[in-house]
C-alpha cells in the first residue's frame, strides 16, 4: 500500500491550497481517508476525514468551515481544500487510511493502518 499526498508550499495567510494524496494497493472505496498534520515539536493532530463513500466527513474544531475534505473513488484519491489558512495551520500533513468504519468520527491516529509521507504546508505572514 502507497499514499502519496502532495500540492504543499508556501501560502500567505488568508489563502488557500488544495492538498492531495493518490493511493495504490488497496481498494480504495473500502477505506476511510483522512488529513493528520505535524508541527514542529508538537504531536500529530487530526484534521479531518471522510467515509469510503464520501457520504460522511468530519473536522476537527480548528479547521471547520476552513478546510474541506473530498475523494474520487474512480481515481483513488482524496483532497484537502484549505482556506484561510492561518499561520497555526503550518504543519506537514499526512494522509492516512483505515478499513471503513460504523463511526468516523474518532481522531486516534492509531487506528490509521496506512500512512504517507507528509507534504509540508508554510503559512506565512
Known amino acids: 500500500v502507497q499514499l502519496q499526498a502532495c500540492g504543499g508550499g508556501l501560502v500567505q495567510a488568508g489563502g488557500s491550497m488544495r492538498l492531495s494524496c493518490a493511493a495504490s494497493g488497496l481498494t480504495f472505496s473500502s477505506y476511510d481517508l483522512a488529513w493528520f498534520r505535524q508541527a514542529p515539536g508538537k504531536e500529530r493532530e487530526f484534521v479531518a476525514t471522510?467515509?469510503?463513500?464520501?457520504?460522511?466527513?468530519y473536522y476537527a474544531v480548528a479547521v471547520k468551515g476552513r478546510f474541506t475534505i473530498s475523494r474520487d473513488n474512480a481515481k483513488n484519491r482524496v483532497y484537502l481544500q484549505m482556506n484561510n489558512l492561518k499561520l497555526e495551520d503550518t504543519a506537514a500533513y499526512y494522509c492516512?487510511?483505515?478499513?471503513?468504519?460504523?463511526?468516523?468520527?474518532?481522531?486516534?491516529?492509531?487506528?490509521?493502518?496506512?500512512w504517507g509521507p507528509g507534504t509540508q504546508v508554510t503559512v506565512s505572514s
Open positions: 471522510i467515509s469510503r463513500s464520501a457520504d460522511s466527513t
Open positions: 492516512a487510511a483505515v478499513w471503513a468504519r460504523q463511526n468516523i468520527q474518532t481522531t486516534n491516529s492509531d487506528e490509521y493502518g496506512y
